[in-house]
């Protein structure tokens, strides 16, 4: 094995976490971990590993560019994700190692002749599709809560479920407060993470079977319970929507996270209105701005997924109307979805767009043809540029309002082919 030229010579190593459990799954694995026993930082560094950080032995291959990690053991020390001691030197042993860390199925190792070491039971926990702590220690990092979450949005289409004794630990380190510890940086890594995987919505339901919903992400708890009308959602409750939105997001739109974002915020105004207006959520794309502006600050989310929530929040309502639009409507909402400077950001609208219709009971198969309407004075809008509507004389603002014309009068010869066909 290539990847073990350069180590010690008294080391021993072995393939750890996601690479083995992704092969027995067969999955692809993503990036290969590595655990070294039986050495020290100062062998490791003499044998050519780069150092990675200051607080923990963990190491790069100089070749390879993998990660090892010094065999360690961990205390807790102070509250939330900081505030552990790490331990390690040659007498931290493999099964020491494999205990700290957080599902049994994470926790499986195997050595270079191809042998698994698995003292937790990870293989049969993988066979059974439960995910579940390896020791107590488990509640000493609130991370891992978003972990258990996230590796649900993963493996719930493989059956998957919560051990109810993790689930318990989870609910006590929500009881705990210990989730008000996360940084903002890596609540939205773990939400985004999760929004690419294939069934985003076991994510929301693991979080709120263990009450960490409310403490992370209480825009998007505050949708459970408030019903919608029935005769345009069968499903009722809009947290229930929000589940098949985001699902459909990633079917729609695999591993996209930005779409995946806006799929799960678009109705956050629906927790606002008003109890005697119920069922209906009248202006529901104008409230749901305020909280969403709210989640995105606190979780410091990214420019590009911010944007794209904004503009479906506010819009997918006249996207789904898109017959009805007039057609300088339907220009003025490309503009201000920044349509003609990125047309893309008209695919992604359209898609989240899309994945709400059809992330209703019932509508999952439906057609959306309002998506393709879109598209198609998106591209029509583009065909006109400022050269084809100059004129001598024209210029600034009467520049402008002439383009803007010329591209309405494109985007009504579009639409007019467009029902025809
Ligand atoms: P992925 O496929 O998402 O990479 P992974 O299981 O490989 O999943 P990593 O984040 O790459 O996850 O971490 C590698 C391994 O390190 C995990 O499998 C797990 O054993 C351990 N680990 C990572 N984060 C934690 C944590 N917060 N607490 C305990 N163990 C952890
Ligand atoms: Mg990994």
């Known amino acids: 094995m290539t990847a073990t030229v350069a180590l010690p010579a008294e080391a021993r190593v072995y393939l750890v976490g996601g690479a083995v459990r992704d092969a027995l799954l067969g999955r692809t694995p993503g990036d290969r971990d590595w655990v070294v026993v039986g050495t020290d930082a100062a062998a490791m560094r003499a044998a050519g590993f780069k150092t990675v950080g200051a607080d923990f032995p963990v190491f790069l291959h100089p070749l390879t560019g993998e990660e090892y990690a010094l065999a360690r053991t961990e205390r807790k020390s102070g509250r939330g994700y900081t505030g552990f001691v790490v331990h390690s030197d040659r007498s931290v042993t493999l099964e020491d190692d494999l205990l700290r860390r957080d599902f049994t199925i994470n926790a499986i190792a195997q050595g270079d002749d191809g ?82 995987e294939a069934q985003p919505s076991a994510f929301l339901r693991t979080l709120r079977e263990c ?35 985001v699902d459909m997001a990633a079917r729609l739109a695999p591993g996209d996270a930005a779409i995946g974002f806006a799929a799960l915020t678009h109705d956050l105004g629906k927790a606002l209105t008003p109890r005697e207006v119920l069922p209906k959520h009248p202006m529901h794309e104008q409230t749901g701005l305020a909280p969403l502006a709210a989640l995105c600050a606190r979780l410091k989310v990214p420019n590009a997924e911010t944007q794209l929530a904004a503009d479906a929040c506010r819009e997918h309502l006249n996207v789904h109307r898109f017959d009805e639009l007039r057609d300088a409507t339907v220009f003025d909402l490309i503009e201000r979805c920044g349509g003609l400077r990125q047309g893309s950001r008209i695919d992604a609208l359209a898609l ?9 009971l019932g509508h999952s198969e439906a057609d959306y043809p309002q998506a393709r309407a879109l598209l198609a004075c998106r591209d029509a809008a583009l065909t006109v540029q400022a050269k084809d509507v100059m004129r001598e004389g024209l210029e600034g603002p009467a520049l402008g309002e002439a383009l803007r014309k010329a591209r309405i009068q494109a985007i009504s010869a579009a639409r007019r082919s467009f029902s025809a066909a």
Request: hydrophobic fraction near 45%; include cysteine.
């Open 115 to 196: 042998a698994l070491i698995d003292p937790l039971g990870g293989q049969r926990d993988l066979e059974a599709g439960v995910l579940r702590h390896c020791s107590p220690a488990f509640a000493e990092d609130p991370l891992r809560v978003l972990r258990a979450a996230r590796f649900m949005a993963r493996f719930a289409p493989l059956g998957f479920t919560v051990h109810p004794d993790t689930l318990a630990l989870m609910r006590g380190m929500v009881a705990a407060g210990e989730l008000a510890h996360l940084v903002p940086e890596r609540v939205w890594q773990e939400l985004k993470r999760a929004l690419g």
């Open 352 to 360: 989240v767009c899309e994945a709400d219709k059809r992330g209703r």
């Open 211 to 245: 009450g960490a919903l409310a403490v992370v992400l209480p825009e998007v708890d505050a949708l459970y319970g408030v019903p919608q009308r029935a005769e345009y959602h069968p499903e009722v409750d809009t947290g229930m929507h929000t589940e098949r939105v």
